[in-house]
């Protein structure tokens, strides 16, 4: 039987095509890949379930009715394609899956700060519980790019075309046309609330929605392979960042076994990262005066990870 090779791990911090893992990439130890073996990867790690997207044309953005089950197999499943149906299964996760589930379980997340052309782009890797509602997670992702959460906020979902890939840089801006949900602060009281009357199914409260039930192993893969990007500041000038989710972290992983240092017993750090933050409430005629005498490169984790321990967290 000839040996089967391991499957690589890929990730995405900007710039071009690697193979490598978490501990390569905390230590900068990367390998260049070409297209074929980047489709090599793809085929190799494809869940035969997840098939998202696959065949959706580049330009087709309405949704297509999904193929009818088969009578003849237990096993098969018609791909979620209709937006509401995946805001159903996100409340029906919410609902019928209790936080106990999740309890031990934390995942790895790449935040991507969107600007034009930059120097070096602004990244920052979290180490999340499973647990961690939206409107906590908000908080973790002003503190790790020094966002003040002053103004509204907003994670919008999207569905991802045929062309994808988390590797090509145009991919890491926002397109609405394939928008399906909003979470935000929009319940009773919300800072979105606008009223029962002009309430929209396709918002969900960030009070209500963990993270888990976006990306947990129980829910949809349509759902799980949703397009996110938080947006700050979303209805005067807005600034967004890809969220993209990595995976899940080894167990019992913790700050200190990567020489990174925590508060005890906190909950949400930062592993590693990219780039200085760009501040978003600079006036714009003092905006070049600080860009000049920015350093593009310099950041200090320390910083990141003490802003990060204020966090209250419930989960």
């Known amino acids: 039987m000839a040996e089967r090779k391991p499957k690589r791990q890929r990730i995405s911090l900007g710039g071009p095509a690697v193979d490598t893992s978490f501990e390569d990439y905390l230590t900068g130890k990367t390998t260049e890949v070409s297209s074929e073996e980047e489709e090599e990867f793809d085929q190799e790690n494809q869940d035969p379930a997840d098939k998202f997207g696959e065949d959706e044309d580049e330009d087709e953005l309405e949704a297509q009715p999904a ?24 409340n029906a996760h919410q609902n019928n899956t209790p936080h106990t589930s999740a309890k031990n379980i934390s995942y790895l997340v790449q935040v991507w700060a969107v600007f034009g052309e930059v120097p070096v782009e ?28 002053i103004h509204l906020w907003k994670f919008s979902l999207e569905q991802r075309s045929k062309t994808y890939s988390a590797l090509n840089n145009k991919y890491k801006y926002p397109d609405e046309r394939r928008q399906i949900a909003n979470i935000k602060d929009c319940g009773v009281g919300g800072m979105h609330n606008p009223g029962a009357d002009l309430a929209s199914p396709q918002d969900l409260d960030s009070k209500k929605v963990r993270l888990m039930d976006i990306w947990n192993d129980t829910q949809a893969p349509e759902v799980r392979r949703l397009r996110m990007f938080f947006t700050y500041d979303c209805y005067g000038d807005p600034t967004s960042a890809a969220v993209n989710f990595m995976g899940v972290a080894a167990e019992g992983l913790q700050a200190a076994d990567l020489g990174i240092k925590v508060q005890k017993g906190q909950a949400v750090w930062c592993a590693g990262g990219s780039g200085a933050s760009v501040p978003v409430d600079v006036p714009e005629d003092e905006f070049d005066k600080w860009e000049a005498g920015a350093n593009k490169h310099e950041w200090e984790i320390g910083d990141v990870n003490k802003y990060l321990a204020e966090i209250k967290i419930k989960v």
């Open 67 to 90: 193929p009818s089950r088969s009578a003849t197999s237990s096993t098969s499943r018609a791909p979620i394609t209709n937006p509401s149906d995946l805001i159903l299964r996100i």
């Open 122 to 149: 602004t990244t920052r890797l979290l180490h999340v519980p499973a647990t961690l509602l939206f409107e906590q997670f908000s908080q973790a992702i002003c503190a790790s790019l020094d966002w003040h959460e």
